[in-house]
DNA sequence: CGCGGCAGTACCGGATGTTAT
DNA sequence: AATAACATCCGGTACTGCCGC
């Protein structure tokens, strides 16, 4: 049933060489004559010859893996799943497995697993008791957006220009007809909160307008974003409104009805982060794709680049969120 | 900066014995004494010792790893990623590592990462390409839910009862005054849809109602879903209604109050899979909490009482979602 | 002579430096 | 000067056997 998988040796005998010779033709490096080669490679394809990875490891020090670090917490948005199967898919088509790292207690200081060729996390903070532990492995570390308070430890980052993003979401408004646009926030704390609020503030002033802002919570409740909403809406003469946080599309849009606005027509609603439910609300709701699976494939290839090149690679990659424009901010 | 790892020979020479004597102290297998055990220990400690995995599994054939298969397309819904981290919780406590497999395309037969010790698959069909490649690999597989056309082939599965789980959802209903349930089922072609479909005519018969059903797509789009339920609404008397595909609670509501009806107070409204957002909507709405982080623990556990024990292991475990009662079944 | 406790050593499967052809 | 064979080593595991009591 099992004849055991085939080494190195059999397909040596096979070719009738040494098992130098085929581990150097397996490996396209030199030193082997083109028929040989040729041989080798025929018997091991007969063969179903697959080299054993661990002890491919034990020579060389490199395991073929890297780990994933998932921000705790929030880690039930689709985003990430997304972004995990970027990281995923990319990895796969360098032979490389990805390594779901769980997430540690605070007070648990024992090293992520050790053998890894390097790490990817995302959404980081250096405050994670995990994020430090990774940071101190001294191996490749790619981020995913910048680590907070660790900027300058990790190896690379790839990261949104949320700014530009935004600008575009808020031109888009105006072009719709929109006069003054309001904003729901994300709290202090993060590169993304930073970027937004200034991005906001500083665009405001560019259009010579009055900024209208509120900050909630990262994953705010139904009821913080609805007093948020009905708060802007009763105290402000606004046409048009941005909710950043996660998940406050729904009951943002349950609160403009409330408040007796008509979506999409005497007010605008745009969401930032894309999820499949802005699909599924009426009227739908624009935000913008962070196009989560490909950032993840390229955060997965800087690391790739890092671990694999011997020059300096790039330090940073830039992505652009894309605007999906849906019904909530057709105009009138 | 880096003096080199510590090995077997490095801890041995500390504590003054052979490598043959560590490695049996360290994996507390008899043959040494209690004193130089502890010796070993000591030594080991001060080092900073850690074993070398490679080096393990080349010569044990394990690799203190498992291979985790989502399914693909779906892979958004929260449900997987809570899943995915109770598998990965359950591994990290064993000292195991979590391998996130890729989704091959149906005609890519190479076969999955070869060093795991076993799989963890849920919701699967032998018609996935990628868990038929798993399914060869002749490896320990456990199954969230039953793999279809495939049951037999799996080492061990973790399965919900739905029919209790729908069943107490239907008698809360009525134990809240609902006389006519209707319900928006899912098409066939898993075991959950079967278990639904037949649950749901059962409990209908039993209690000498009508069955009123619709089917609409396991991820439905907001427009399938408001007509299922405007469908309902018009033709028939119903008073509680329970829409089971993913995604459909906010769409049903917003049906719901469209057809002129009051979710809480004049219908009663049950979602089938418990997801944030129903907490967040107005009313909050009714669902079932599946536990996928318990649930996926318990594949893993399963997968390692598999692996590991001799005696076989159970080929079943049952798992019974729980009702979360909102407002949305509060009754007038 | 039997037995517990430990040292010695042959692998596991590939990568690579060195030596022959 | 190219190729290929040979010998080692990577870091463990597990078997064999020596030693002293």
Redesign the pocket.
Known sequence: MTP??????DV?AAA??????V??A??D?????????ERVLAAAQELN????A???S????RYGTVGLQLPPGSTRLPYYTDFAFGVVDAADARGLSVILLPHRAADDTTPPTAFVDGYVVVDATAEDAGIRAILDTGRPVVSGEHVLGGEDRVSASVVYDHATALRGLLDHLTDRGATRVAAVLPPDGTAWSRDLTRAYAEWTAEHGGIAVSRTISFVPTADEVDSAVADILSAEEVDALIVAPSGSAAPALAAAHRAGRRVGDDLLLAAYVDEPVHALLSPAVTSLDLDARAFGSACLELLAAVTEADGPADRERVIVPRLVVRDSTAGA
């Open positions: 055991r998988k085939p080494t190195l040796h040596a009738g060489v040494s098992i130098a010779a581990s150097f397996l490996r490096k030199a030193g082997v004559s083109p028929e040989t080669r010859y697959v080299v054993n661990p002890a491919r034990l020579r060389t020090a």
